[in-house]
């Protein structure tokens, strides 16, 4: 089941537990770090931090490749980069909460995910060793399941009228139509995106700059709860953890990575939206922009996008979904399934009885909110979204306009 | 010299004589009588005209090619395509003027230009058996120099404020630098054009669907005069010819082909603007688009432009000239000369009395407009716009952003 192994506190192993402790030791997208967890996993290397010793052998035996350029021309007895980096994660062991510490986040309705759970998007492993060391999630939507079909909505966070409208107009259309809208919370573009989703009764998800149970910016509290309860929040940085302005420009890789595709729908030409547009583009997702006035400065960065980084310009939610659809199919362009709910995987006996319940609550015609599911299932709403998703990697569900349905035939 | 052979309407020989009756007999773009001109000369093809009988032959022999289908399965008696097209010539025999006549025409301030004239612009030979018969020309500039570095403006007639403050600051930013507009005459994005153009004492040439002493639109009576004293009003019909709907479309081909490239700045999607960018692209020459909302109908024919005909998205004139410039290069590009003013082609001694005294009254730093040239050199403007052109190919002259100028080592 997606979303079960994770979502548990006291099933914390002990990896799972040093990914979360890491959260809290080091800033996110430390290429060392990433380095040694991928060398020695999480629990060795928060072994070795604690210890001050790199697992196995001396600092200067650490890495494979030749220390940096500037690591080489240090002179005197400058510490080199490895044991700068030693330092830099110990200054937080002070910090460093308990399992049982973690264990208690989680039961306040927050939630960790590590590579290899079930709700991990596994499209992270392209940040390399970038890639978070965890997530740490509070909301109803199965993460995985909701960023196979999504569609990052980003730009300024001075949005004019024009911006907000397009945003909200297009995060409507795509949600209506099954997508998720992922973006980042902040006034502007963000917030127009996700209260567009919202609206269109569709998932969205946030990834915030600071701890998921953070209220930022104040002015969002309403939203950001609004979203979880509709959708996810998502961040690399553990509870109660404040937004930096760096912390910003840190998290805009992971919309990026999350996504298929990126829309920046207004942007300065040095916002931090064309900061995810170049991450996009780097790590080979669709880019997308939506032109606009050229006597606005919020346009410049959108039109820099189709000039320069050969951005596809689009200017309807349908043409956003046709740029998309050849890395995410549309449900249409799936396999062709016979009868009137044909698993692919799983057989129906297969599943555990709260999945069946939730077949059981869907329509054949038509469709049903999550909500309505719910109700009529009797089960809480997370868990509803956790059973779909399922359902929708089995083959026996399928999202529409509506909500949710029987996949047909 | 350019400009000098056409413009005395005494010197028509026989075969201009024959090009501007043929104006007159029928409707430009007409392929069939292309390809006779082609074959066979004006003149030949005149006379067959009047005769009726087709050069050399029978009407069946007449073309190389097999009759289009919809001719060979024409039934009984019914004439063939080719004894319908000499029909159609025909028809308008009564109305021919007389060699007298056209050079009347001539002395009224309008002149003929024809394949091969100096001041016929090559280009046109891109149109293949659709190019011009002759084109009729108002004004002071010399149509075929000012096309060398042109861009074509384009777009609806029932702009924006947003559409018409667009063409307006492009065409007047391209004009200061030396670059002749090129648009239809027509309200909204083609009148802005002009005026930018003139507000920057550049050259603008309009290509009507109507003979260039017609005033129309009426309300365009003294901009197209304006035109006529500053660039030149061209056009495939003969004077007194009234513009009908098909005649702006049959029109479009000529705008888009005189231009290096075409500019659209606001279009409907089913806007006549679109005819020309499709022209412009089918010709190879650049096609370009400036983005606007989204929420704008009149944008959505350059978001096509750009996401269906991979057309340049532009947001500034310089981006213009940058698009156009391995086309047309600028000045700064051209080889270098040594000296004050080494001609390239002819030398100084070679000049008639009129360039030498145009070349005399060049300023060597700085810039002078051509009516000021011509005020100094006491030269009618038309003559000093013609001279002007002699001397920029000649390499002693060159335009700059305040106007004319000797060219610089």
Not at 52 to 78: C, K, V
Not at 138 to 149: E, N, Y
Not at 274 to 291: E, F, G, I, K, T
Not at 392 to 403: D, I, K, P, S, W
């Amino acid at each position: 089941m997606a979303g079960g192994g994770q979502v548990s506190a006291t099933s914390l192993n002990e990896e799972s537990y040093a990914r979360a402790a890491l959260t809290y030791l080091a800033e996110p997208g430390d290429l060392r770090l990433g380095a040694l967890v991928r060398a020695h996993g999480a629990a060795q290397t928060l072994a070795a931090i604690k210890s001050g010793q790199f697992p196995g052998a001396t600092p200067a035996g650490l890495f494979d490749t030749p220390e940096p350029a500037e690591d080489r021309t240090s002179i005197g007895t400058a510490p080199s980069a490895a044991a700068r980096a030693m330092q830099r994660w110990q200054v937080r062991l002070a910090e460093l909460p308990s399992a049982d510490e973690v264990a208690g986040c989680c039961r306040a309705g927050i939630r960790l995910a590590c590579p290899g759970d079930p709700e991990w998007p596994a499209q992270l492993a392209d940040l390399g060793d970038a890639q978070p060391y965890a997530l740490w999630l509070r909301g109803s939507a199965d993460l995985r399941f909701s960023c196979l079909r999504s569609v990052a909505i980003v730009g300024s966070r001075a949005a004019t009228a024009y911006g907000s409208y397009v945003a909200s107009e297009f995060a409507a259309s795509v949600a209506a139509r099954g997508w998720a809208v992922i973006s980042g919370g902040a006034y502007g573009v963000d917030a127009a995106a996700h209260r567009g989703a919202l609206a269109a009764d569709g998932v969205t998800v946030a990834v915030l700059a600071c701890g998921v149970n953070v209220p930022y910016p104040v002015g969002h509290t309403e939203l950001l709860d609004a979203i979880a309860a509709q959708g996810v929040v998502v961040s690399e940085w553990p509870p109660d953890r404040t937004a930096t302005r760096l912390r910003f420009l840190v998290r805009n890789r992971v919309i990026a990575a999350l996504a298929p595709g990126t829309l920046v729908v207004e942007a300065g030409q040095r916002s931090g939206a064309l900061n995810s547009a170049r991450h996009a583009r780097d790590l080979n997702r669709r880019l997308m922009a939506v032109p606009g006035p050229i006597t606005s400065d919020l346009s410049a960065g959108c039109h820099h996008i189709v000039r320069e980084w050969q951005g596809t310009l689009v200017t309807s939610a349908a043409e956003v979904i046709e740029c998309l659809s050849p890395v995410a199919p549309e449900p249409a362009q799936a396999p062709p399934a016979s009868g009137r709910a044909r698993p692919a995987v799983l057989g129906r006996e297969e599943l555990d009885l709260e999945t069946a319940a939730v077949l059981d609550a869907l329509p054949s015609r038509g469709g049903m909110s999550s909500i309505r599911i719910a109700r009529k299932a009797g089960l809480d709403p997370a868990t509803v979204v956790r059973c779909l998703g399922a359902l929708a990697a089995g083959g026996f569900a399928e999202r529409c306009a509506q909500g949710w349905r029987l996949r047909r035939t």
